[in-house]
Nanobody, 123 residues
Framework: VQLQASGGGLVQAGGSLRLSCAAS????????MGWFRQAPGKEREFVAA????????LEADSVRGRFTISRDNAKNTVYLQMNNLRPEDSAVYYC?????????????????WGQGTQVTVSS
């Protein structure tokens, strides 16, 4: 299984970015997907997750109302739309594929991880 994340970059506070994660190697639509992030010197943290159908999503409190996770099963791709970005959102963002169909905030239920994409928000 391969996960290729893209879409990161440098943006000013208040701006927007959309991350994409293209998956290959197994039936994408059977599995939940998640986004996590890790800032320098900090532990990896949950950002958002989506169930196999896309009907159920979870978001971290810190991003709720600003970030939206979605998926296109026909394109084997999961997205993270990030609006109203803040400097504290700066991190490497990782997409991950779950072991099951339902969204989870726990990183141990995700068995495949992408390489990460850097998001930097300037103040």
């Amino acid at each position: 299984v391969q996960l290729q994340a893209s879409g990161g970059g440098l943006v000013q506070a208040g701006g927007s970015l959309r991350l994409s994660c293209a998956a290959s190697g197994r039936t994408f639509s059977n599995y939940a997907m998640g986004w996590f992030r890790q800032a320098p010197g900090k532990e990896r943290e949950f950002v958002a997750a989506i169930s196999w159908t896309g009907r159920s999503t979870l978001e971290a409190d810190s991003v709720r109302g600003r970030f939206t996770i979605s998926r296109d099963n026909a394109k084997n791709t999961v997205y993270l739309q990030m609006n109203n970005l803040r400097p504290e959102d700066s991190a490497v963002y990782y997409c991950a594929s779950g072991t099951g169909a339902f969204a989870s905030t726990n990183d141990y239920v995700y068995d495949y991880w992408g390489q990460g994409t850097q998001v930097t928000v300037s103040s």
